[in-house]
């Protein structure tokens, strides 16, 4: 018996580190091609895309269409939340990062407006969208692929390792757009050279490809499956029945994408543009911030096993409500050093927040809409803390400085604050389900 036991703990070891695997590296591909978008808009954008603009203009322009895909990814959600539930979350995670490979291939490849005109806006806004369609599905499979299968009791350092794809994405992103702009002069770099950390996603794609065929469906689909309990509709039956999940976590996380965007695409350009930081410095900074953030969330998804979910979340929330005024003060003075740190301080909010969502938003749904309802209350944060700070920066800015964003910061952390103080906890949640090998 004792050796069944120690070849059972073997089995679910292997498993899970192959699960975790899977969730990891697709995630962090998927964020890579995403963030790459972010990184190009804040640096070249404006010159390429939006050349009769301007310096300033231009360059609020280009971060503007970075919040297309905010907009696109509920859409996203509903889409791929439907064949998630209905079809399995292993064969939706292929979809999506095949859409999502596939649009920022394609993005490497316009022409400027110089070369087509107006068309090749056009064209980056529709694979902008493409984009943002591919991650709203991404993030919700991703963290189930890791709560399904981990064990009662440890689906938050599980469900971390999703969590870490934003951090590690965006700290590749940075350092393949750092190490292109580095090789060659900044004119080449603005005139072609940007374009070479979108066309190398296609080998990162790969990788992620033969990761994600090599798992098995995660154990809540197939009872689902093999019960014959799945929705023939989860979108409409996951509104009728847990839309006040849907929008509390759509509250929870607002504070999570304000963060994260501010300091992943608006903050480049406030270094490079305001600060007077050299383009090096500015993607050196990020990368910083990015350690820091991966550090916060592999420590929040930890403890959110021990203290719940609830009360982690709490924690960064209400930390986010200074973190805004505080990391821009930081910055003031304009060095190297004054902006990592601020920027730090901003995706360590993320960090504390970000940690425990992953097993906290699957907790809050039922097994058949919980491909459906995990991404409409993530994507919907999208749009309150991603997309709408991104689309109103300027007019921000223009009446109040800095102290606009910093202050719509902190109004996206209390509204964070009210909707933890009216959720549930779901840490002690039995899932419905105990894992299986893959």
Known sequence: ?????????????????????????????????????GLAAALVFNAIFFPSMGGPEGTLASIATFGVAFVF???????????????????????????????????????????IGKSAVVILVVLRALQGIALGGEWAGAALLTTE?????????YSMFPQLGPSLGLIIAAGAMLTTFRLMEPD?????????????????????????????ETPSFKKVQSAGTRSALPFLGCIRDQWRQVLLGGGIMAIVFGAFYTGASFMVAH?????????????????????????????????????????????????????????????EPGSFASFALGNSLLLCVLGLNYGPIAAFLPETFQAKYRYTGAGLGYNI??????????????????RWGTDGIAYFLTALALLSVVCLLVAKETSRVELDAEPVPA
Do not use: C
Not at 92 to 111: E, H, N, R
Not at 279 to 286: D, P
């Open 1 to 37: 018996m004792a050796q069944i036991a120690a070849n059972r703990a073997e089995v679910d070891g292997r498993t899970m580190r192959r699960v975790a695997t899977a969730s990891l590296t697709g995630t962090t591909i998927e964020f890579y091609d995403f963030l790459i978008y």
């Open 73 to 115: 990814r509920p859409l996203g959600a509903i889409l791929f939340g439907h064949y998630g539930d209905r079809i399995g979350r292993k064969a939706t995670l292929i979809t999506t990062l095949l859409i999502m490979g596939t649009s920022t291939f394609a993005i490497g490849l316009i022409p400027s407006v110089e070369t």
């Open 149 to 157: 299968y981990a064990a009662h009791g440890q689906r938050g350092r």
């Open 188 to 216: 080449a770099f603005a005139a072609w050279g940007w374009r070479i950390p979108f066309l190398a996603s296609a080998v990162l794609i790969g990788v992620g490809l033969w990761v994600r065929l090599n798992i098995a």
């Open 271 to 331: 270094a490079v543009g305001t600060l007077g930081l050299s383009m090096t410095q500015a993607l050196l900074g990020v990368i910083v911030a990015a350690f820091a953030m991966s550090v916060t969330v592999i420590l929040s998804a930890w403890l959110s096993d021990v203290l719940g979910r609830r009360a982690v979340l709490l924690l960064g929330a209400a930390f986010g409500v200074v973190a805004g005024p505080l990391a821009f003060g930081v910055m």
């Open 381 to 398: 944060a999208g749009i309150l803390g991603g997309a709408v700070p991104l689309v109103i920066a300027e007019d921000l800015l223009a």
